[in-house]
C-alpha cells in the first residue's frame, strides 16, 4: 500500500493542542474528539450526573408526551437549583453591582442563540473544555499560538458569564443528561443526524485532512451550531458543510424545550474531529 492510500484512510486524531488530557466524561477527550468516535459513537456520561438526579429520570419515565417532560424537567431545574428562589441560594438584590443571579441555563442558550461569540457563548466553551476536555478553538477569532489577545477576551467573558452565578455549570450538566434522555426517546435506534453549517470559507475551520475533492476532515470548535434544515444553512454563507452528527454530541436539538425556546431551530452540537462534505449553494 503507497504511502498516500495509508495517510487517506488514518482516521485523524484530535490535535493536542484541541484537548486536555482529563475530562469529567466517562471516555477521554482523545476518543470522544477522534473520527472514529464520529463514525462509532458510544454513550456519554458526565461523571456522577446520572447517579444524582437518578429520581428525575425514574419520574420521566412513564411520562409519553415529550412537551409534558419537558415541564417536568424544567420544574425539577427550578426546584433543584432553586431558580424562583434566588434568595434563598444566597443572592442578596441589595447588591445592586452583583445582578447575575438570574443567568440560568435558560439564559445561556437564548445568550448563545443570540451571539455565538458573547459572553453566554463562553461559558458553554468553557463547559464544553470543563467536562468533555475539548479546547475551544475560535471566540471573536482563532485561539491557538499568537492569538493570545483573543485568549485573554475569552477567558476575561467566561470570567465574567460565570461571576456569581448559581452553580451553572451544574445546571448545564443536567441539561445535557437530560438532552440525552430524550435523544434515547426521540430517535430510538439511531445514532446519526445529519446537519448542516453554512459558512464562507472553508478555510475557517481547522482543516486536518482533505480525502476527496468535496469532503474533508476537520477539527470544529468545541461546541458548534448546526440546522437540520438546509435551506436555513444557505443563508449563513456561500458554503454548505453536511455533516452526520452523533447524537451523543447534542447539548440541544429543536423542541427539547418548546415552551421555553419557542422557535429556534438550531442543534448545539459539541465539536472534536468531523468528516464533512462541502458544496456550494
Known sequence: MDENRQQTMTPASLPAHARLPINHCNLPPLILGS?????????????????LHAALFESLDPVADADTRAEH??????????????????????????????????????GWLFDADGKEA?????????????????????????????YHAYLSARAKGLYNTNALESQLDLLYSYCQYEVTRQYPGERHVTLYRGINRIDEHEILHQPAKDVYILALNNINSFSSNRERAD??????????VPLTKLLYFPGLLPNALKGEEEYLVIGGVYEVKVSLL
Open 235 to 244: 443563508e449563513f454563507g456561500d458554503y454548505i458543510l453536511e455533516v452526520k
Open 73 to 110: 424537567f424544567m420544574d425539577y431545574m427550578r426546584s433543584s437549583f432553586l431558580l424562583d428562589n434566588l434568595d434563598e441560594a444566597g443572592f442578596d438584590e441589595q447588591k445592586r453591582g452583583i445582578k447575575r443571579g438570574k443567568a440560568d441555563y435558560l439564559r445561556i442558550l437564548r
Open 35 to 51: 473520527l472514529t468516535f464520529q463514525h462509532h459513537p458510544t454513550p456519554l456520561h458526565l461523571d456522577g450526573v446520572e447517579q
Open 122 to 150: 463562553a461559558v458553554l466553551k468553557s463547559w464544553v473544555e470543563s467536562r468533555f476536555g475539548l479546547l475551544p478553538l475560535n471566540h471573536r477569532g482563532p485561539l491557538g499560538v499568537g492569538a493570545e489577545d483573543n
